[in-house]
């Protein structure tokens, strides 16, 4: 079986396995933050070279709580029970300075739960996901 990428980083720099069911809520969505920008800018990459000013503007209006928030809508039914669990925990009680307090608690709930599926070593459920909702919002990369 293949080594999902956190694995093979704790691994390379000596991080011992934990039970990431203890970490905190926002924890996750801190590495699902993370990790839900590189997937973005690795397509708008992907989709050809340009000016950096350009690939942060394709980037920034993906990966703004407003969208996440719409994209987490889109994905709800398709969730199991796990995954939706932990949504539900993620969505944060705090507030952020440039969103509705709705889309930051519902893209703060999005980005632990990107984070978990990064760190249970599920990237392609996390990019299945991620597509899903690019697409069902036709999002323009």
């Given at each position: 079986?293949?080594?999902?990428?956190?694995?093979?980083?704790?691994?390379?720099?000596?991080?011992?396995?934990?039970?990431?069911?203890?970490?905190?809520?926002?924890?996750?969505?801190?590495?699902?933050?993370?990790?839900?920008?590189?997937?973005?800018?690795?397509?708008?990459?992907?989709?050809?070279?340009?000016?950096?000013?350009?690939?942060?503007?394709?980037?920034?209006?993906?990966?703004?709580?407003?969208?996440?928030?719409?994209?987490?809508?889109?994905?709800?039914?398709?969730?199991?029970e796990e995954e939706?669990?932990?949504?539900?925990?993620?969505?944060?009680?705090?507030?952020?300075?440039?969103?509705?307090?709705?889309?930051?608690?519902?893209?703060?709930?999005?980005?632990?739960?990107?984070?978990?599926?990064?760190?249970?070593?599920?990237?392609?459920?996390?990019?299945?996901?991620?597509?899903?909702?690019?697409?069902?919002?036709?999002?323009k990369m």
């Amino acid at each position: 079986m293949q080594k999902g990428i956190d694995s093979y980083i704790k691994e390379q720099f000596g991080i011992s396995e934990v039970d990431i069911r203890t970490y905190s809520p926002l924890t996750l969505a801190y590495i699902g933050d993370g990790i839900f920008d590189l997937v973005i800018r690795s397509v708008v990459v992907g989709k050809g070279n340009t000016r950096a000013g350009e690939l942060h503007k394709r980037t920034s209006q993906i990966v703004k709580a407003h969208t996440q928030a719409e994209m987490i809508e889109k994905l709800l039914p398709m969730l199991t029970e796990e995954e939706a669990e932990v949504y539900r925990r993620g969505k944060s009680p705090t507030m952020a300075k440039n969103a509705t307090m709705s889309d930051y608690r519902k893209a703060t709930g999005f980005e632990a739960l990107m984070g978990y599926l990064y760190l249970k070593d599920e990237f392609e459920r996390l990019v299945e996901l991620v597509k899903t909702g690019v697409d069902e919002l036709a999002l323009k990369m």
